[in-house]
């Protein structure tokens, strides 16, 4: 009898990514996850979703004027209200193929640095989509138990958790945070940082999912010993004479273009240190530091920050998921780790 109650269990965990959103199901683990875009057309006023996801994302930069792709989430908070709760619908019935589900509880992770207003804004989108409870986990908290932590333990731990849109930077110990930082840099001003270099220096236009490509491909956080690193072909549109052309890029030129958003997310990591007290500075120094989420696979990010801050770096198996799948972890030991789900404010 209990157990077809928890087979069919509908309670869900939501990473709501800037740029990608992971739905985890008690019981089944991720079973969704898709970019955070969304396609509509406007007609007479009104918002008609044509696209939600991986479909909507092919649509970005390549839109008629009459439909708009958008990313309804920017550095980790909702920009667009509307389109966000479209979104957060369209990925909870995905994500349960069977139409008659009850109401799931729903927790979703919030970066540590959002504010009251933000907090509302995503617990009343969620509650919107269909949630019969709304519950919210820190990120740096949700990533921590996503990449197997010991929180709950009186030491300190070091999570840095590098998104589309923010980078947290936090201290743990007895399941809490101690010292959490929360700087607007990721994945997207990784991106901004290619476009608007290789405009500097090229003369040519790329649109966002180039960048993102050329930064998957080839993108590092270090020089690459030989000065130069591999190359890829990659084609824009030439800003002097405005027709398209096709250029050869190297590693190194990616290195410099990046120096800056890494040398941002190296700031924060140290300035986390220098405000952790003492004791758990001596535990992060044996522990080493967890590098999760999206940015973390930047090429060689590890090596950057082991060589500024001195420390243990190392980057997390599963670093994508870590945040779902802790958010997800919270749902399932809910009772241990009550104190850390916040489900009113």
Same mark, same amino acid.
């Given at each position: ?5 928890? %087979?069919?269990?509908?309670? /869900?965990?939501?990473?709501? #990514? ?15 996850? @898709? &970019? ?17 996801? !991986?479909?909507?994302?092919? /649509? ?14 920017? !550095? ?16 909870? +019935? ?16 919030? &970066?540590?640095?959002?504010? &009251? ?26 990533? $921590? ?8 333990? &009186?030491? #300190?731990n070091m999570v840095v958790d ?9 201290? %743990? ?31 040519? %236009? ?26 890829? /072909? ?7 004479n405005g027709v398209p052309k @096709? ?20 700031e924060a990591v140290m300035s $986390? ?7 758990? $500075? $001596?535990?992060?120094?044996? +522990?080493?530091? /967890? ?28 670093? %994508? ?16 780790? +009550? ?7």
């Amino acid at each position: 009898m209990f157990g077809l109650g928890s %087979l069919f269990s509908s309670d /869900m965990a939501i990473d709501l #990514g800037t740029a990608n959103t992971l739905v985890y199901i008690k019981g089944r683990g991720i079973v969704l996850s @898709e &970019p955070s875009v969304v396609a509509y057309h406007v007609k007479d006023g009104q918002k008609k979703v044509l696209a939600v996801g !991986e479909d909507a994302k092919l /649509m970005l930069g390549r839109t008629p004027g009459s439909i708009e792709a958008i990313r309804p989430m920017r !550095e980790g908070v909702i920009a667009d209200f509307d389109v966000a709760e479209e979104m957060i619908k369209h990925f909870i +019935r995905k994500a349960h193929r069977r139409s008659g589900f009850s109401k799931p509880k729903i927790i979703v992770c919030v &970066p540590h640095g959002a504010t &009251p207003v933000e907090k509302r804004a995503i617990r009343q989108s969620v509650l919107s989509a269909g949630a019969r409870r709304a519950g919210l986990i820190a990120e740096p908290i949700a990533a $921590a138990i996503g990449a197997g932590m010991p929180i709950t333990d &009186p030491t #300190g731990n070091m999570v840095v958790d590098i998104g589309g849109g923010t980078t947290e930077v936090a201290v %743990l110990s007895l399941g809490d945070i101690v010292y959490a930082r929360s700087v607007r840099v990721g994945g997207d001003r990784m991106d901004e940082a290619v476009i608007s270099y290789l405009r500097r220096q090229h003369n040519l %236009l790329v649109g966002e999912s180039t960048a993102e490509r050329i930064k998957t491909s080839i993108g590092t956080a270090r020089m690459p010993d030989d000065g130069r690193g591999q190359t890829m /072909m990659i084609r824009g549109r030439d800003l002097l004479n405005g027709v398209p052309k @096709e250029t050869e890029i190297s590693q190194a030129q990616i290195a410099e273009a990046l120096a800056e958003p890494v040398q941002q997310i190296c700031e924060a990591v140290m300035s $986390a240190l220098e405000a952790t007290p003492p004791d758990l $500075a $001596a535990d992060i120094v044996d +522990r080493g530091v /967890m590098l999760t989420g999206g940015g973390a696979l930047l090429g060689e990010l590890d090596l950057a920050l082991r060589e500024q801050t001195g420390l243990a770096i190392s980057v997390a198996d599963e670093s %994508l998921n870590c945040v779902a799948l802790g958010t997800g972890k919270a749902l399932e030991y809910e009772k241990q780790l +009550r104190h850390v789900i916040d489900y009113d404010s």
